[in-house]
Nanobody, 115 residues
Framework: QVQVVESGGGLVQAGGSHRLSCTAS????????MGWYRQAPGEQRTLVAE???????NYGDSVKGRFTISKDNAKNTVYLQMNSLRPEDTAVYFC?????????WGQGTQVTVSS
């Protein structure tokens, strides 16, 4: 059974920092890419950041320079460090794991940024 589990959501003040974690487990390996997407109420799910097994990264335009994605291959875990948070960063953040065949999604974790 494949599991992709996010953690670290919560309430943060604008201008603050916060970190999300996501761990993949089960019959999913080898993972070639993991990433974060987010979805605000009434909006589509959009890319936040993604990272390949080789370490290449890609960011959504709205978070470039503020968010950093990193990974721990030994733990099959990806992190999202979020700095200079804004109220518009408020959303449910979903973790994605991809093994060249199937994309697996976590259940999502809520991040709320108060002004």
């Amino acid at each position: 059974q494949v599991q992709v589990v996010e953690s670290g959501g919560g309430l943060v003040q604008a201008g603050g920092s916060h970190r999300l974690s996501c761990t993949a487990s089960g019959s999913i390996f080898p993972i070639t890419e993991m990433g974060w997407y987010r979805q605000a109420p009434g909006e589509q799910r959009t890319l936040v950041a993604e990272i390949t097994s080789g370490g290449s990264t890609n960011y959504g335009d709205s978070v470039k320079g503020r968010f950093t994605i990193s990974k721990d291959n030994a733990k099959n875990t990806v992190y999202l460090q979020m700095n200079s948070l804004r109220p518009e960063d408020t959303a449910v953040y979903f973790c994605k794991a991809y093994n060249r065949r199937v994309i697996y999604w976590g259940q999502g974790t809520q991040v709320t940024v108060s002004s």
